[in-house]
């Protein structure tokens, strides 16, 4: 039987299509998928993203704990509310998963995972954090609501007290605050300016029906995929995984090797990889008419496909919305050329090596004349 977020039922009653999504039942679309993303863009739009699991994390070495666990250095958090984006990594430098942990107190830390790996997420957090004390305790009181776009903002600061208003509207990026039950962060996975609430489940369809009174436009899944993907932000499962270290997925600048002391799980593998180089992530813009998906073939310009050496695979592809062309993220061997070719149904295409993201704040950062 399906999973459903406390929001399911106020999705159905607005016509979403449901799909399934890694064993829940979740919203694909409200009519319009094409819609969805320009709203998020041009103005506000609002996703259910309770799926996700929310776990905090206590203790007296809670930090300690954490500088272990993680390939980024919560060492860096030093006021109450900032954020860190972080993958945890096995051994061999592979990815477990990629996630925001934010800095609650000495003594507390929210961490977000994603849905599809919470099971081995917390199995693999319980495992190590009982050697120093620490407690896990995933939040299924709490649901997850993500309110962007570049109104989006001010939007979510009319669902509270007019006291609360200007507090909600000055929090930095990568920062997050409690304003009564509910803990509002300034991060997001659209590459748009908003807000990610943390709010009690019991309270999140009201809040879901006050933010569409404000005239911020539900989006599902369909939508959020090609935002994310504009933005240049990865997917676990399709940019990385267990198979794949952050080097060779776009995610070096998410490890912190310094304090060079600092030993963290996976250390010894990424060091070695830091110095043997390898593969690369990349963004590719299509040159003709088509449509990049993930696992497509990607040869490198001037290679026949011959040499293992030059070939790469598209991870995270599809049709900009904003662009009006066809991107994706490719994993190639390191290469100066400025040009690729992707295998679609049997025939080669041209595609530029451009550098993500894509699109940030509503306008276009690479060149697509």
């Known amino acids: 039987m399906a999973l459903k977020t406390p929001l399911y039922d106020t999705h159905v009653k607005l016509g979403a299509k449901i799909v399934d999504f890694g064993g829940w039942d979740m919203p694909l679309h409200y009519g319009s998928q094409l819609e969805e993303h320009h709203a998020v863009r041009r103005d506000a739009g609002v ?14 070495r809670v930090r300690e704990f954490l500088r272990l666990l993680l390939a980024n250095d919560v060492g860096r958090l030093k006021t109450p509310g900032k954020a860190l984006y972080s993958c945890m990594l096995l051994p061999g430098a592979g990815v477990i998963d990629d996630l925001i942990v934010y800095f609650m107190s000495d003594t507390w830390y929210r961490m ?10 917390l199995a693999w957090i319980r495992k190590h954090a009982a050697d120093f004390d620490v407690t896990t305790a995933e939040r299924k009181d709490l649901a997850m609501i993500a309110v962007q776009g570049p ?24 920062f997050g605050a409690a304003f009564g039950s509910w ?17 009690p489940a019991v309270e999140a369809a009201d809040a879901w029906t006050r933010l569409l009174a404000q005239g911020v436009r539900p989006a599902g899944l369909g939508a959020r995929d090609t935002l994310r993907l504009e933005a240049g932000m990865n997917l676990y499962g399709n940019d ?3 198979n794949f270290h952050p080097l060779e997925s776009g995610l070096a600048w998410t490890v912190a090797f310094e304090p060079a002391d600092r030993d963290f799980i996976g250390r010894g593998a990424l060091e070695r990889a830091r110095r043997e180089g ?10 003709e008419r088509g449509v990049l998906r993930s696992h497509q073939k990607v040869l490198l310009a001037g290679n026949a496909g011959n040499a293992p050496e030059g070939e790469g695979e598209v991870t995270s592809g599809t049709f900009s919305p904003t662009l009006n062309r066809s ?24 595609a530029r090596i451009v550098k993500p993201p894509f699109v940030r704040h509503g306008k276009p950062l690479i060149d697509i004349s």
């Open 112 to 121: 977000v995972v994603n849905a599809g790996t919470r099971d081995k997420d």
């Open 327 to 350: 991107i994706a993220l490719a994993r190639v061997p390191k290469t100066s050329q400025p040009t690729v070719q992707v295998e679609i149904r049997g025939k080669l295409h041209a």
């Open 47 to 60: 996703f259910d993203v309770s799926h996700m699991a929310i776990v905090d994390l206590t203790g007296g």
């Open 278 to 287: 390898g593969r690369e992530l990349v963004g590719l813009l299509l040159e």
């Open 183 to 199: 803990f509002v962060a300034r991060t997001g996975y659209t590459g748009e300016d908003g807000f990610e609430l943390m709010i």
């Open 240 to 242: 990385m995984d267990e």
């Open 151 to 174: 109104n989006a903002r001010h939007k979510t600061a009319a669902l509270l007290l007019p006291p609360q208003q200007p507090g909600v509207l000055e929090l930095k990026p990568f």
